[in-house]
C-alpha cells in the first residue's frame, strides 16, 4: 500500500483526533508518540501515579487497530517473563518455545523502572535490534514492534533507575504533568458522561489499518533534510557536550534521533521536507534522556529541560 504525505497526514490527525476524545489536555503527547510510532522509535513516558498514562498508551494501540499486550513490571518479574522461554513438551516434541509478550506490535512496558535492571535489560535486544535472543536462538520481532514504556518519576519509592543504555535506545521521553484546569474539567465531564477506562474495554474505535501503519511509516524516510538543518541539529548536540551545566552531553546517536524525530514532525504536518522548527519542537523529548544535568544544579532544583531550553535559545536557527 502506498500513500502521499498528506493522505498519511490526515490518517495520523484521525489517531490523533480520537485518542484525544479520551485522553483531554495531552495533545503534545498525542503527537510525540505519533512521531516516534513514525520514526520507528519507543517512547518512555513519566509522570507521577494518576496521570493517564497508561490510557494514553491503550487508547493509541486501540486507535491504531495494531496487536497491542502489556507488561506489568514489578520487583519479581523475570527476564523470560518478558521474552519467553523454552518448554519441554514430551520425547516427540522436544522443547518448545513459548513466545514472551514482547512478540507483538505495540507493547506496553507499564511501571518499567518497578523492575530490576536485569529485568528491564530483557528489552535490550528487542528494543535496539528487533530481535531477541533465546537458548541461542535469535527470533525476530513483529515489523511494527514499538514499546511505549511508562514509569514514575525515580524519586518515588519502589523504582529502580533504567540503565543508560536502555535509555538511550528510546527516541523521545516524555513527561506528563497534571492537566490544565480547562482539562481537567473536561475530563470530569467525560467520565460523568459513563466513559470508565478501567472497565477494561476498547477505550476507543480503530481508525488506522495496519496497512496505512506500515504505509505511514515509510513516508518518513521520504522526508528531505536540507544541509543547513542538518548543520542545526549537529549544533545543538554539540552544544550540550560543551554546556557547563551538564557532565553528560548528547552522543552522535542523539543527532541521528533528533532527525529522525523532525522528519517524523513533517509527516505529521503534511511536509515532505523538514524544518528547524519541526527540530526544535522535538528536541526536549530526544535529548531530555540522553544528558546527565551536573549533581549541584539538581541540588538547586533545576533540570535538564531548564538547560536545553537555553541551549536552543543561544543556537540561532537558519532561516
Do not use: W
Amino acid at each position: 500500500m502506498s500513500i502521499s504525505i498528506q493522505e498519511g497526514a490526515a490518517v495520523a490527525r484521525r489517531v490523533r483526533d480520537a485518542v484525544a476524545t479520551r485522553v483531554v489536555g495531552q495533545d503534545d503527547a498525542i503527537d510525540d508518540i505519533l512521531a516516534a510510532f513514525l520514526a520507528r522509535g519507543h517512547v518512555l513516558i513519566e509522570g507521577v501515579p494518576g496521570t493517564a498514562k497508561t490510557l494514553l498508551v491503550r487508547a493509541v494501540a486501540n486507535a491504531m487497530a495494531v496487536k497491542f499486550k502489556r507488561i506489568q513490571f514489578t520487583p519479581d518479574l523475570m527476564p523470560a517473563d518478558v521474552t519467553g522461554v523454552s518448554l519441554y513438551r514430551d520425547p516427540q516434541r522436544g522443547f518448545e518455545f513459548q513466545p514472551g509478550p514482547v512478540f507483538t506490535d505495540l507493547l506496553l512496558a507499564d511501571e518499567i523502572n518497578r523492575a530490576p535492571a536485569k529485568t528491564q535489560a530483557a528489552l535490550l535486544e528487542a528494543m535496539s535490534e528487533r530481535h531477541v535472543t533465546v537458548d541461542g536462538v535469535s527470533r525476530p520481532l513483529d515489523e511494527l514492534f514499538t514499546v511505549l514504556a511508562t514509569q514514575n518519576p525515580v524519586e518515588h519509592e519502589g523504582t529502580f533507575p533504567l540503565p543508560e543504555a536502555q535509555l538511550d535506545r528510546f527516541l523521545l521521553k516524555i513527561v506528563i504533568g497534571y492537566p490544565a484546569a480547562a482539562a481537567e474539567l473536561d475530563m470530569l465531564a467525560l467520565h460523568e458522561a459513563g466513559f470508565d477506562p478501567e472497565r477494561g474495554e476498547r477505550v476507543v474505535d480503530a481508525v488506522m489499518t495496519i496497512d496505512e501503519a506500515r504505509a505511514c511509516r515509510a513516508l518518513v524516510d521520504q522526508v528531505r533534510v536540507a544541509p543547513e538543518v542538518r548543520e542545526y541539529i549537529a549544533s545543538i548536540t554539540r552544544a550540550t557536550r560543551e554546556d557547563p551545566s551538564l557532565v553528560l552531553g548528547a552522543s552522535p546517536r542523539a543527532s541521528v534521533a533528533l532527525m529522525r524525530a523532525a522528519r517524523a514532525g513533517a509527516v505529521l504536518e503534511g511536509r515532505d521536507y523538514a524544518t528547524p522548527d519541526d527540530v526544535k519542537a522535538r528536541a526536549p523529548a530526544v535529548l531530555r534522556h540522553r544528558v546527565t544535568l551536573a549533581p549541584e544544579l539538581e541540588v538547586e532544583g533545576r533540570t535538564a529541560d531548564d538547560v536545553l531550553t537555553g541551549v536552543l535559545a543561544r543556537i540561532a536557527a537558519p532561516t
